[in-house]
């Protein structure tokens, strides 16, 4: 069956700063179906879906919307011509309520002018209850968990009764239930005739709910088809342009001593009553849900939280860490997860943001010694494949993968014999997410301990030898890695099941 | 032919990077010079080395406070209290210096005091976490009423000799005042660019958090930030004193955190810290002493003056580019 082109973007070319970013690229979306936009990051997806939410205007390329040409001059044109975008970052007011935040801007009134809010309630309960979310329109947006955040956004696309809806990365913060609902909410708007383009690093993601796709690679369209007829190991290969392994990761170093042993920590509702070791040379992983505490538990082990019970030994000897400093004197170092809030420092340089935990080693008479400062980023330039051209621009002007490996750089100049890599691969694409895994590994071989929380439970089984599951703020399983699967975690992390001491 | 239209179209691009780069770093000192050839045609006694070397010296108090400022603003933080504590560490020293009869003393007192205040500032905004608008607002009311009781609402004058020697002495043509101004804006600057701590300072304005979870003592720098810039207004506070010989409770000092303010957002530096220059701070100290001069030299009405600064300060400020 031949469907009917909705929307067709041709040609679009686009230069930032003199540096074209897009290619000449087409596009073409059908009525009702689900369209993944694929690439590595800086391959020109959001940069296309900008130009046509009219937020950038293309310098060359036309867009037809419904066999109209249209210029999206601003972003209220493309919002009136029934497209919608979805951003990755949330666009809610927190201090607002949940229906304000739905009719923000497109408030409704009565005949007198006032807001009705009784209707505007009314509409965002039927909208939420489709989504499967019960909770009061009144509810004040920043008293809600994240994942409830991304639905209201995702709601807000649907009060508009959009014909095209762009989601980038909707379902970075939504829990396995709530993806879900999400996708069944999606495949239902397929069948009313609305289009989705849908951007998402998770392939398996995409395999489920996408009809047909279009690869970019650095500004080039690269290949569109159905989802149907492929695998996502040719998408892989159209995305990075060279198959891509999804293999474990192993080093060859054998667990040594313990480094870091963690007795009885408990902090009030955030964590209770946890117990691990972790060796050098060793990789160990903590999984979970949202909300299973294990970014706050290391955090208070970092020294971030002070507010905790429990002993925590370095080396067998008891430690006090109540600041960052203290951890970091004790050998302990923390990437932390959302590089944007935690971990980079923007308007400081590529240098700077390296050398910025161990200023000690670059001084000189009290004076910072550039020349030394700089030798050294070379050094990890080269070691870590960091991708610069001036290591003096300011840190935001790199890619996401390049950014966390300076981050890790900054680290490795700490000379930390225990690293904690908190969500390490969050926003990166899968070429560079084989490399941090690589360097995961290559740091396990030098002798650290290693400690990797992250979200998904594929990552956690590809590197890590020993896998804790939390739920709620307990260790509920613990699994060397060939005893366990992506099933078996999932059941711990929802905490249908629970075991805490079945490995010694 | 191709290659022929490639390469113009490179050649002009550069250009206009390069100047929209002078402009985004410089645009105060290309503010600065076109404010300074416009004072020089208006005006032929203007260029004149005596008249240069005046408006220095009005600046040099501002200058110095202005420093601090800076640092204060680049660490994401805003110190309302500087003109208070200018005079209450007047009072104070002048007090110290009557009584012991030694200027080491008195000199002493005035960076003493103004330390103290701004060690209180900083103690009040890092370990009291009460943002530093509303710190620096209680330590200006409550240090310009101490400087207030302790004068009982009038002058203090220094009963010393010598004291005066301070701010009216001079090494050549150069006023001492104009020398400790340059030389503290080459320090601070050094300071900021060149150690640990103003990496930091940059660091936190930019990223409180990422600071910390970087393993930086972000509560030290802070109380360090404020601790300083009060040490620099007890400076200041010296010169004032001294110049005069005397220093008033009720009104030195007034309205000084807003020139100084004034100053190092036509400087450049981002009202939420983490961005901007020493140098562009002594630009904009410069720009505001030159408007001043102009306007007395032209002689503009002392009442109007302030609108021009205002305007100034408004127009300086919209050309720069923001982020």
Not at chain 2, 18 to 35: G, K, M, P, T
Request: aromatic share 6%; glycine share 10%; hydrophobic share 45%.
């Amino acid at each position: 069956m031949e469907q009917e082109t909705i929307l067709e973007m041709n040609g679009i070319k686009k230069s930032f700063n003199q540096v074209e970013v897009l290619h000449g690229v087409d596009f073409a979306l059908h009525k009702g179906e689900i369209h993944a936009l694929l690439g590595e990051n800086g391959a020109g997806k959001s940069t296309l879906m900008n130009i046509l939410g009219g937020v950038h205007q293309p310098d060359d390329g036309q867009i037809i919307l419904n066999g109209q040409t249209i210029k999206m001059e601003n972003p209220r044109i493309s919002q009136k011509q029934g497209i919608s975008f979805i951003h990755q970052e949330l666009n809610v007011v927190t201090d607002l309520t949940i229906y304000e935040n739905m009719f923000l801007g497109s408030e409704l009134r009565n005949k007198w002018g006032i807001l009705d809010v009784k209707e505007m309630c009314r509409q965002t309960e039927e909208i939420l209850s489709k989504l499967g979310v019960h909770i009061s329109p009144k509810t004040y947006v920043r008293d809600l968990e994240t994942s409830y955040k991304q639905m209201i956004e995702i709601a807000r696309s649907l009060l508009r009764d959009s014909k095209v809806i762009i989601m980038d990365e909707p379902t970075t913060s939504l829990t396995d239930n709530e993806v879900d609902r999400l996708f069944e909410l999606m495949r239902s708007l397929k069948s009313s005739g609305v289009s989705i383009i849908y951007i998402s690093h998770k392939l398996k993601e995409i395999q489920a709910v996408c009809d047909r796709y279009t690869v970019l690679r650095d500004g080039h369209f690269v290949g569109n088809g159905w989802m149907k007829d492929t695998d996502l190991g040719q998408i892989t290969q159209l995305m990075v342009g060279k198959s891509v392994s999804t293999e474990a990761f192993h080093h060859e170093n054998k667990a040594g001593d313990p480094v870091l042993t963690v007795k009885q920590l408990t902090s009030e509702s955030l964590f209770q009553n946890i117990n691990f070791e972790v060796a050098k040379g060793e990789v160990v992983g903590f999984t979970g849900l949202a909300g299973d505490g294990r970014t706050e538990l290391f955090e208070s082990i970092f020294g971030f939280r002070k507010k905790y019970d429990g002993v925590i030994e370095v080396n067998g000897r008891p430690v006090k860490i109540n600041h960052p400093k203290k951890a970091v004197q004790a050998g302990i170092g923390l990437v932390p997860k959302n590089r944007k809030e935690n971990a980079i420092i923007k308007d400081l340089n590529v240098i700077e943001n390296m050398s910025l935990s161990s200023m000690g080693h670059f001084e000189k008479n009290g004076l910072i010694h550039a020349k030394h400062e700089q030798k050294t980023f070379y050094d990890y330039k080269n070691q870590l494949n960091i991708k610069v051209h001036d290591p003096k621009v300011t840190i935001d002007s790199l890619s996401g993968g390049n950014q966390q490996k300076v981050v890790i750089a900054k680290w490795l100049e700490v000379n930390a014999d225990i690293i904690i890599f908190d969500n390490p691969t969050q926003g990166i694409d899968v070429g560079a997410k084989n490399e941090i895994y690589q360097h995961i590994m290559n740091l396990a071989d030098q002798g650290k301990a290693i400690i990797v929380l992250s979200s998904e439970a594929p990552e956690v089984l590809r590197i890590c030898d020993r896998i804790n599951i939390m739920f709620q703020g307990e260790i509920t399983g613990r699994f060397n890695r060939e005893d366990v699967t992506e099933e078996l975690i999932m059941e711990y992390a929802t905490g249908a099941k629970k075991e805490a001491e079945n490995v010694g | 032919m191709a290659n022929i239209k490639t390469n113009d179209n490179q050649t002009t691009t550069n250009r206009g990077l390069n100047f929209s780069w002078l402009w985004s770093e410089y645009s105060v000192v290309i503010a600065f010079i076109i404010i300074f050839i416009v004072a020089a045609f208006m005006n032929d006694r203007f260029l004149y080395l005596q008249n240069q070397l005046n408006i220095l010296m009005q600046v040099s108090t501002i200058g110095i406070i202005a420093l601090g400022m800076t640092v204060v603003m680049l660490s994401g933080g805003i110190d309302l209290s500087v003109g208070s504590v200018l005079a209450m560490a007047g009072v104070f020293s002048v007090l110290a210096l009557n009584a012991s009869e030694s200027i080491f003393v008195g000199v002493l007192t005035a960076l003493a005091v103004g330390a103290m205040a701004g060690l209180l500032n900083g103690i009040l905004v890092s370990k009291g976490r009460i943002a530093s608008f509303i710190a620096t607002l209680g330590m200006m009311a409550g240090a310009r009423s101490i400087a207030l009781y302790v004068s009982d609402g009038g002058s203090k004058s220094a009963e010393v000799d010598g004291f005066m020697n301070i701010s009216n002495s001079s090494l050549g043509m150069v006023d001492t005042p104009i020398i400790v101004f340059l030389g503290l804006t080459i320090l601070i600057y050094i300071l900021m660019q060149k150690t640990r701590f103003g990496r930091y300072v940059y660091a936190l304005g930019s990223n409180e958090k990422a600071a910390l979870l970087s393993a930086i003592r972000v509560d030290r720098i802070k109380i360090g930030v404020y601790t300083l810039c009060g040490f620099l207004v007890g400076i200041a506070a010296l010169i004032e004193t001294s110049r005069l010989n005397s220093i008033s409770s009720s009104s030195s000092g007034n309205l000084y955190e807003l020139d100084a303010i004034a100053a190092v957002i036509i400087g450049g530096t981002r009202m939420t810290g983490g961005k901007g220059k020493v140098i562009g701070t002594l630009f904009g100290v410069l720009l505001l002493g030159v408007l001043n001069n102009m306007m007395n030299l032209l002689n503009i009405s002392p009442h109007l003056q302030g609108l021009v600064k205002g305007l100034i300060i408004i127009v300086a400020v919209l050309f720069q580019k923001r982020d």
